[in-house]
């Protein structure tokens, strides 16, 4: 039986509610006006790479949902 690769064990251990209480958490830090340019851009691409996450994810629970519903 093939290994998974890193790829498939992380999108298995993905959690999307997670991802988006931290992206709610990211959006707010952005908003206040003290957050520093440096913590910006740090929490700007953390929130780029969250949602590029949750996008995958989502496409992978259309695909299952479009394959249960084609066998009924």
Known sequence: ???KTKKESEEK???IEKAL???EEINQEL????TTLKDSMALYKEGVELA????????GVEKEIQ???ADE
């Open 1 to 3: 039986m093939p290994s």
């Open 13 to 15: 251990e993905f959690d």
């Open 52 to 59: 590029e996450k949750c996008k995958v994810s989502l496409e």
């Open 31 to 34: 908003a206040k006006s003290g």
């Open 67 to 69: 394959i249960l519903s």
């Open 21 to 23: 209480a931290r992206l």
